[in-house]
């Protein structure tokens, strides 16, 4: 079974389950209990794995499977996996020697940092006794965990409640099960994690393991519940838990109109009293301009009017000098104002959210009031170069800062810099002037201006398509004609179109062209100086081709939306538009991240997925798009 197939099961609170489908981890996020210690932030690793082996008259078999240094897979539980599928969750069916099957079930239930583990008899007979041994850790979810004194394998045992505490500082883990624990503290040395090894880091793990469940599988579920604190399982019956537990996830995933709605819930998590949005599993933590763009589609366009109108009315707060912070820190520092476009995407967002009429009063001018923060923050000039200027275009930007959603950097090499003015951030101001035009007339006399600028500094008539920067490092005249997907963005993906008519329709079709693959645009053209074919190797090697090719997938949703309106958007459109780009994009859903898209492609067939497995906006954007043609 392909180790690259994975699966994720999200807690709402920014923690999560996820491992593969061969139940082997090739991640240092790969773990059964991942929990936020501070919602959605702070997260850590608590239980990593499990050693599973089950016991008949007839002998012994492993259920489980690792990887250890030198390729060396032990037990080998991985070869006795007989079947897989991960809806509603994640279960796998195991076959023995002897005839016994067994279905082993994993599941997560979103507000609670809980994962339960159920195992049934399917076939066979006679006793059936499983032996199963956590393997612990304690450490931030970007570490790796390495054997230690300090480690504590004390238990506090109270019926089938089960306490450790393996470090000060840690969430104690708390274990409820239908069988006995005995307590048998290991070390379990060398966990190797090829996928941290393929991207140039350190790929070695040790985890703790104080003991041993000893389950009976009779007529009814062997179940092992394991959560992050303490008095969570006060007074419960684990089999009870199980039975009510899935009966409540099984009709509540059951509600979702298709299997990518359920996918696009697991990405809306607490935040304080209100909502924010994980940017993506398992690495990202909430980012704000992808927090925005991931709304459209995750809220907007499914009708969770209440989730949008909590995300945004909590950002509200943040803005400081016209800005929104592009990400709050795991580790708590401050937010870290670093981005030109993610306010313009707040305000894209916010003018589509009042638009539905979900708004009360006060929601209203709260949100106008953030509005009229940023765009007049914008236009009088904030951090980092940004301001409007005489020929009301934006700009942005000074040396060893990276700005726009193109925001690879390596030490002090900012990869793609682009300072001066940037095509889609004016494409993106212009829409906010739109919104905050709304109530205060003097940005629709600016938004002219505006428009009139882009038409007569952007397009570039030797490639019969627009410039990506104009006005380079803020050198007047000086023009970068890369060609990019960011050029999109004049013609579709946000409510104002900069570009229409035949220069609109020139570059939708050069777009695709060059740019369009089954996995979203290119983010540079082949032939272009610098054009990368595969996103691979350290981390020096990935982040210089992040955008220099690479395909990313959440730029679907910008160009079917532009090549959707340049022919007319009636019918007939939306349909040779689902046909040719949107079901090609779905059936890659079951490639990466089970269920989700993932972020990236190679920029070349066959478009092998990359970076992150499990990705918010590119979820949302294809949300928006099955919203938009109908």
């Not at 609109?504 to 032939?527: I, K, M, N, Y």
Request: glycine share 12%; hydrophobic share 45%.
């Amino acid at each position: 079974m392909d180790d690259g197939r994975e699966w994720l099961e999200a807690d709402g609170l920014g923690g999560f389950a996820m491992g593969t489908a061969a139940m082997v981890r090739t991640r240092r996020y790969h773990g059964l209990l991942l929990a936020a210690t501070r919602p959605p932030a702070a997260r850590m690793v608590l239980v990593g794995d499990l050693e599973v082996f089950a016991e008949t008259d007839a002998g012994r078999w492993a259920l489980s499977a690792h990887r250890y240094r030198g390729g060396v897979v032990h037990p080998d539980g991985a070869e006795r996996i007989a079947g897989f599928t991960w809806q509603p969750w994640p279960r796998w069916e195991l076959a023995l020697a002897d005839g016994t099957r067994i279905a082993y079930e994993l599941l997560v239930e979103p507000g609670r940092p809980q994962v339960l583990l159920a195992w049934q008899r399917l076939a066979g007979s006679g006793p059936l006794r499983l032996q199963v041994r956590p393997m612990l850790s304690g450490r931030d979810f970007h570490a790796l965990h390495h054997e230690n004194p300090a480690f504590r394998f004390d238990a506090d045992v109270d019926r089938q409640t089960v306490r450790w505490q393996p470090y000060d500082g840690v969430p104690a883990v708390t274990a409820l099960s239908t069988g006995d624990y005995h307590h048998e503290p290991d070390w379990y040395r060398n966990f190797f994690y090829s996928a941290e090894a393929a991207r140039g880091l350190e790929a070695e793990e040790d985890l703790a393991s104080p003991g041993v469940f000893a389950l009976e599988l009779d007529d009814g579920p062997a179940v092992l519940a394991l959560a992050a604190g303490e008095g969570v399982f006060a007074g419960a019956d684990a089999q009870a838990l199980w039975d009510e537990t899935s009966a409540r996830e099984r009709q509540r995933r059951g509600a979702f109109p298709s299997p990518l709605h359920r996918a696009g819930d697991a990405y809306l998590v607490a935040r304080g009293d209100g909502r924010t949005v994980i940017a993506g599993y398992p690495w990202f933590g909430d980012w704000g301009r992808d927090s925005f763009i991931a709304a459209r589609g995750l809220c907007l366009a499914t009708g969770r009017l209440d989730d949008a109108r909590q995300l945004l009315l909590a950002w509200s707060s943040a803005i400081s000098e016209g800005m929104l912070p592009n990400r709050f820190p795991d580790s708590g520092d401050a937010p870290e104002y670093n981005s030109v476009d993610a306010s313009l995407w707040y305000v894209v967002a916010a003018g589509e959210l009042m638009d539905t009429g979900a708004c009360t009063d006060d929601e209203r001018r709260c949100l106008d009031d953030a509005i009229a923060a940023i765009v007049t923050g914008y236009h009088d000039g904030t951090r980092f170069a940004i301001a409007c200027d005489d020929d009301g275009l934006l700009t942005c930007g000074v040396p060893g800062v990276q700005l726009t959603w193109m925001d690879a950097r390596v030490g002090h090499w900012v990869v793609t810099p682009r300072m001066g003015k940037p095509v889609e951030v004016q494409a993106l101001w212009a829409n906010a002037l739109a919104v905050a035009g709304r109530r205060d007339d003097r940005w629709l006399a600016l938004l002219d201006r505006t428009r009139a600028s882009f038409a007569r500094r952007f397009w570039n008539p030797e490639r019969g398509m627009l410039y990506d920067v104009v006005d380079c490092d803020h050198c007047g005249g000086v023009d970068d004609a890369s060609f990019r997907p960011n050029q999109i963005f004049a013609c579709g993906g946000l409510p104002l179109a900069l570009l229409e008519g035949e220069r609109a329709r020139a570059v939708v079709d050069a777009v695709e062209r060059a740019l369009w693959t089954p996995a979203g645009l290119r983010s540079l053209a082949p032939g272009e100086p610098g054009y990368t074919a595969r996103y691979q190797g350290g981390v020096v090697q990935r982040d210089g081709s992040y955008h220099q090719g690479t395909a990313w997938l959440w730029l679907a949703g910008p160009f079917v939306d532009a090549w959707v309106r340049v022919r007319g958007g009636a019918a007939g459109v939306r349909a040779e538009a689902r046909e040719r780009f949107l079901d090609p994009l779905l059936a890659g859903v079951d490639r990466f991240g089970l269920g989700h898209l993932g972020e990236l492609a190679d920029a070349e067939p066959p478009h092998r997925g990359r970076g992150c497995p499990f990705q918010a906006w590119s979820v949302g954007e294809a949300l928006r798009l099955d919203a938009l043609l109908g």
